[in-house]
């Protein structure tokens, strides 16, 4: 898929689903401001262990049901 398409597509997604634009922009949003504080260790949690409730696991919840979403459109088509 060329980007414009995949762009086209991801916005779609997202327009359609406030809540996972809003769970993607957060996730997101906090690696970035953490980062410079904790690095790599803000993809843990304070066991250092990757649950459901750490930033990254989050993140790559709304990222894998943006694919989803983007393969379905993408067999509808």
């Known amino acids: ?5 995949m762009a086209r597509a991801i916005s779609k997604i997202l327009s359609e689903d406030p809540q996972l634009a809003f769970d993607f922009y957060c996730a997101a949003s906090e ?3 953490d980062f410079e504080d904790y690095g790599p260790a803000l993809q ?5 262990e990757y649950d459901d409730s750490t930033t990254i696991m989050r993140l790559k919840s709304a990222r894998a049901a943006i694919l989803a979403n983007l393969a379905a459109a993408s067999n509808s088509a």
């Open 1 to 5: 898929m060329p980007p414009t398409d």
């Open 31 to 33: 690696i970035v401001d």
């Open 44 to 48: 843990t949690n304070e066991d250092g």
